[in-house]
């Protein structure tokens, strides 16, 4: 079996719809594909409905997060959710609140490019995106893509959207622990994204990890496109370690990143443990997939 259990369409930055994605991962030879937009579940039903005769769609969502990095200070977290209920008030409310967060901040973006003369109109790239949807920098920098700003999605962050970037602007995450507790209440399991990806910026210690896994984590993306091997290597000691599961995935964003569907994989058996640690029952979309 073939398993990719993080990836991104256009129901929030990617750039293949969530059919296209499942149709994509067809062609990637994938058996398992989880579909995980950033705070939001909109995609599930129309990936589930393009999925070819043997695929399963594992539904999930990325969830943005602040936690403690171990060194006396905060960080941004990505939390993996998977196959929760996604009617649970608590985490529709917080959903809903984090995509509207994100609308504000990137139109304030926008509008401090505009302000300085970049050729980008707050509210026309606003009004491009679906009403509703998480809009994340990636929507900017594509959008200064096409305005000949920059040659690239990655361009656009190093130069001007990413960390230290002067127009970046801060965003009021949900804490990670309550995260994790509110995935487990709607009986889902979380797992933690590219947790040691340095090039992005800061990272959580491992002490952090540990502390997480004790308030319910339940495991570690190890195999990911921003890990090298022996950052891998570490984090599967330290999964070995707290009895974590591991799991392994392509973070594909569709044209947005040169990273390919199904580049990284996750091991059946992990796949197999990670699922058996969420509530039976909790997510109709996955339960209709296996009567």
Not at 6 to 25: K, R, V
Request: glycine content about 10%.
């Amino acid at each position: 079996m073939r398993i990719d259990l993080h990836t991104h369409s256009t129901a929030s930055d990617g750039t293949d719809s969530p059919a296209g994605l499942i149709s994509a991962a067809e062609l990637a030879g994938l058996d398992v594909i989880a579909v995980t937009d950033h705070d939001t579940t909109s995609g599930w039903s129309e990936a589930v409905s393009a999925l070819p005769p043997g695929m399963r769609m594992l539904p999930g969502a990325e969830l943005s997060c602040e936690s403690p990095d171990g060194l006396g200070g905060t960080v941004t977290v990505h939390l993996l959710a998977y196959l929760f209920d996604p009617a649970s008030e608590p985490l529709v409310a917080e959903q809903a609140r984090l995509r509207a967060e994100r609308r504000v901040r990137l139109h304030r973006m926008a509008a401090r490019m505009a302000a300085d003369g970049f050729p980008v109109d707050p509210d026309e790239l606003m009004a491009a995106l679906p009403p509703d949807s998480p809009a994340g920098r990636p929507h900017l920098a594509q959008a200064l893509m096409r305005a000949g700003v920059v040659g690239s999605v990655d361009e656009a962050f190093d130069r001007f959207l990413g960390s230290g970037g002067s127009y970046l602007l801060p965003r009021t995450d949900t804490p990670v622990e309550r995260a994790i507790a509110m995935i487990a209440d709607a009986g889902g399991v979380t797992v933690i994204a590219h947790p040691f990806a340095r090039a992005r910026g800061p990272v959580i210690t491992p002490e952090v990890i540990a502390d997480l896994a004790a308030l319910g984590l339940s495991g570690v993306e190890v195999d990911h496109p921003n890990h090298d091997e022996p950052t891998r290597a570490e984090l599967r000691e330290l999964a070995g370690r707290l009895d974590l599961v591991m799991t392994g995935s392509s973070d594909y964003h569709g044209t947005n990143k040169t990273i390919r569907l199904g580049q990284e994989t996750t091991d059946p058996g992990q796949f197999e443990a990670l699922v058996a640690r969420a509530k039976p029952g909790s997510c109709p979309v996955w339960e209709r997939q296996l009567s």
